[in-house]
């Protein structure tokens, strides 16, 4: 039998299509046909969720989705303001 928690950690990542059925089946030690019911329990279309996820995934890496660290921040900020403190 499965631990909760751990069933509850594996539909979170299934849910956002972060892993495949198959991947959730070993880490879990469970058979695929396990999790195949539990997703259909719910109504889940994996191949759609995946394939989102997969989506998403590739347009930040494309765009560049990515917030900037306060370090990259605090960068900017200096360089911005020593370009504006130059004489002209």
Do not use: C
Not at 1 to 26: F, N
Not at 58 to 64: E, H, M, N, Y
Request: net charge positive; charged share 30%.
């Amino acid at each position: 039998m499965l631990d909760p928690p751990i069933k509850r950690a594996l539909l979170s990542l299934l849910k956002r299509g972060q892993i495949t059925i198959g991947e959730a089946a070993e880490l879990g030690s469970v058979s695929r046909q396990a999790v195949l019911k539990w997703t259909q329990a719910r109504g889940w279309n994996m191949e759609q969720r995946r394939r989102a996820y997969v989506a998403r995934s590739f347009r930040a890496l494309l765009v560049g989705d990515r917030r900037a660290s306060k370090s990259e921040l605090r960068q900017e900020a200096e360089r911005a303001w020593s370009e504006h403190q130059e004489p002209r």
